[in-house]
């Protein structure tokens, strides 16, 4: 069996020593423990940006695999501190809707919510309980603790709303839910919108031109709508950012106009 | 027994091959060794931050970790490159002063300054020691080399002067040490000066409005002064930026003034 | 024998979920790989700076470490995906140049093209074969899947130019070919053409006031040439950016003139 492994996400960013300082306690109290960075790069405090990035990133892991995840505005405050199995996967986060997409329709396996001082710090700071309470869970948890022990089980946790496309008969209106890296504009439009008629896209007012199947279809610079690879329309520009060209935000309207 | 513990903490960024080069020569002399990042965001040549840096982080890892740290101005002057051990923990660093916040009060237990070229890499250049001196070392450390062989007991090194707070009959006068990644400012204040006790917390001259125990008590874009994480006072904006919006970086004034 | 190590390269940045995939995908299917992150930091699609990357960083790492490449624009494109064996390491990575610069004047000793959809994601997407193609592939080379299965040998491939200088009488004329995170010059004019001799150095038509062999030589704010840790002329500027002060970016001339 190999050892233990712990995936971190977290809106910290790397230059202050809060993500270090979870490894060290998780380590410490395992040193078998294999740390595995998703991202610390989430901006502060955007849980609908962790959710998305979480509901695109964990299905492809491991069941075994624990996902520690900190993007936490309310800590100190009563909001409740879970782990959650959901969709085949365990994690540990606060109770802010964080892991919620992961659900889609299934209910998850099981709840519980944080409450047994012993699995965390001797002394559980207001500002920080990615150090004082979710790494030394996660920790405990690579030894083997049965998670029945961490604490009740919930039967309320909050979820989430995920904009859902609204539909007419010759259009489909939805939004843009993340961009990415290369600011590609990726929506909640389903791929299959796409596939198999001829649709036009409009990102607000603007016509986006072509309707490819991969970027190199189109040359440096042009505007294009594809299905993107978790199956979503996405909306791109060819070697250079759509948001930047677009000058558009999570939020902004996406439609899809099929043609008669 | 688990495979050796080696962590990286440098101001090389990620885009730049000089982090990728460290591992690659840690990982051809021990390809057992677990590398774990600390960060590589730490502003360039910047010492202060470093120092704070590692002493918020590495107090909480188990002992046998290695901490090799590369934040290194004087790389090939005549600086001396150590190995300490301080406060129970275990450093490669430059003699640049990064590392003695760890020390507190107490003395460290062993400096060693690095003097044996069998331990370098065969080609020692003059601006990356790193991959030439700290890397190497870490890699033999990890085998099992002996610190003792490393080369002679330093008896001094460069010791970074930490500002202490200033007392009066009516207030204590210190000032912001670090800006994390949220933009909150740590103070070098200790946290019992703001608790139990009535006081007005001003930066510069502006008077933070509110003391509280966690950001949730506060509404979006208030300004607040709490207890942080590291037992020291901080002021955050909450879902902001407090340096953003006082504009201010480390070294500005924060004064408490206590009430009669 | 120590569990199998895969490093990663890519332009995705971390805030997006797509590195996080590859990692899912490569511990699913062998949860004993031992995960290292190079980069994920190279500018978006910039291929060039890939292969200086590459180059500068892969010599260093082990024989048996497989490094997983994805800086891929034409990604979904007829472009082929290879197994490349070349100066003794390993890659997968797009067919692209990437890696062409570590082969230098020897040939790579084995070129395979990625044909065996059995070694893919049951469903590859056309923009994102990170997840769908290298990160699988890698996860099968891992578990000890033969190279030779993965395809047919490919007999070309896409070869980037490196630029190299231009020699006269009495100058050396080069460029820009990487710009670090400090934001030192690194040129294509080899070390040997600085030292043994006296020359002056050019940045456009700027001199750059002195030469010397290391940082620490030049007071802050010192425009400085040296030879880079990769024995290549470097253009610096102590305790700042270079790139800056003379803003300039790859591809600007450098010109070393020598005098009589």
Redesign the interface.
């Known amino acids: 069996m190999?050892?233990p492994?712990i995936?971190l996400?977290t809106d910290?960013?790397?230059?202050?020593?809060?993500?270090?300082?979870?490894?060290?306690?998780i380590?410490?109290l395992n040193?078998?423990a294999?740390?595995?960075?998703?991202?610390?790069?989430?901006?502060?405090?955007d849980i609908r940006?962790a959710a998305?990035?979480?509901a695109?990133?964990?299905?492809?892991?491991?069941p075994?695999?624990l996902h520690v995840v900190v993007v936490d505005?309310?800590?100190?405050?009563d909001?409740a501190a879970l782990y959650v199995e959901v969709a085949g996967r365990k994690l540990l986060a606060p109770d802010n809707g964080c892991w919620t997409l992961l659900a889609d329709e299934q209910p998850p396996a099981r709840v519980i919510r944080l409450a047994e001082p012993r699995f965390f710090r001797a002394q559980v700071?207001?500002?920080?309980h990615g150090?004082?309470v979710f790494a030394p869970v996660a920790g405990h948890l690579s030894l083997g603790v049965d998670p029945g022990e961490l604490g009740p089980p919930a039967d309320r946790w909050v979820s989430l709303p995920f904009p859902r496309p609204r539909a007419a008969a010759d259009r489909l209106c939805g939004e843009v839910v993340?961009i990415?890296?290369?600011g590609n504009l990726i929506t909640n439009l389903p791929a299959d919108a796409l596939l198999g008629r001829r649709a036009r896209v409009f990102v607000r007012s603007e016509e986006i031109p072509r309707v490819v199947?991969?970027?190199?279809?189109g040359g440096p610079g042009d505007l294009v709508a594809?299905?993107?690879?978790w199956g979503r329309v996405?909306v791109a520009q060819v070697?250079g950012s759509a948001a930047a060209e677009l000058q558009v935000g999570p939020g902004a309207a996406v439609t899809l106009e099929w043609q008669k």
Do not use: C, N, W
Not at 12 to 25: D, H, L, N, Q, W
Not at 34 to 45: E, F, G, N, Y
Not at 73 to 77: A, E, K, L, Q, R
Not at 125 to 128: E, I, L, N, P, V
């Open positions: 190999s050892d492994l995936t996400t910290f960013g790397t230059a202050s020593p809060y993500v270090a300082a979870m490894k060290g306690v380590l410490a040193s078998r294999r740390l595995i960075d998703l991202t610390h790069d989430v901006p502060p405090q940006h998305f990035f979480l695109s990133a964990l299905p492809t892991f491991p075994e695999a505005p309310g800590v100190g405050t909001r700071s207001a500002t920080f150090r004082d993340f990415d890296g290369f199947r991969t970027y190199g279809e594809l299905v993107s690879s996405e070697m």
